[in-house]
C-alpha cells in the first residue's frame, strides 16, 4: 500500500450476531487516513470492508470464522435457483439511482421493522440511513428495482474500487418475499459489474454453518482470504 501505513484501533468487545455464545471485536482504520477507491480497494484486498465511513475488519480473540469472500464474475455461471429467480423478476426494471432519497429510505425502513427489528439500527433516523450506505470518499452506485408500476421494491448500494465492486447492502419490500430480491440483487451487481469491466465482486465477510451466511455459498467460484491468500471454497 503506496502513502502513510494506516493506523489501527480496537473496538469494544460485543455480542456476536452470527454465532451464539461468542463475542465479537473488530480493529478500525484510523479515520483521519485519507481515504480514496485506490486506497479502499487495496484494504478489501486484505480483508477489510466499511461501515459508513468507518473501515475494519474482525479481530476476534480466538476466532477467524468471518471469512472475507469474493466471487469472480467473469467465471460466474447462473444454477437452475439463479435462472428461476431472474425469471420470477423479469418483469422489474434496474435503474442507477442519483441519491438515496427518501423513497429509498422508507423502504429502507419497511426493510429494517420487518427483518431485522431490534436490531440495533434505528429505521427512523434518515441521516444514519445514508451516512451508514453512502461514501464521501469513492464511488458508491445505487441499484434500484422497479415494478412494471414504477413501485420501487428493492435497493442495493455497492462501492466502487480499480479491482471490482464492494457489495454494501440490500434492502427490499418485505411483502415482495416470493421474488428472493436478496438473490435477485447479487445477480445484478455481478451483471453491473461485468458491465464496467470489473473482475470481482467482493461479497463481505462468509461465516461457514452460519445460516445467515450460507447463501454466499450458492455463488461460485467463491473465493475466500486465509493466512495463504484467497482460495476457492467448495460449492452446496
Known sequence: MTGPRPRLLFG?????????GRTARSVFVDPQLGMDSA?????????FRRSGAYVYRPACSGCRECRPARLPVAEFRPGRA?????????DLRVQLAGELDA??????????????P???MNPEDGAAFRSFLASSWGGCDILSFRDPGGRLVGGAVVD???????????YFEPAESARSLGTYAILREIAHARQLQLPYLYLGYWIPGSP?????KNFQPLETLGAT???????P
Do not use: I
Not at 12 to 20: F, Q
Open 82 to 90: 439463479h435462472r428461476r429467480c431472474l425469471k420470477r423478476n423479469a
Open 39 to 47: 486506497r479502499y480497494g487495496t484494504l478489501l484486498e486484505l480483508g
Open 160 to 170: 466502487r474500487v480499480p479491482q471490482g465492486l464492494s457489495a454494501v447492502y440490500t
Open 12 to 20: 469494544a468487545e460485543h455480542k456476536c450476531s452470527y454465532l451464539a
Open 118 to 120: 431490534g436490531g440495533g
Open 103 to 116: 423513497e429509498h429510505f422508507a423502504l429502507y425502513r419497511r426493510y429494517l421493522y420487518a427483518r431485522h
Open 212 to 216: 445467515k451466511m450460507d447463501y454466499k
Open 229 to 235: 491468500g484467497w482460495v476457492r471454497v467448495a460449492g
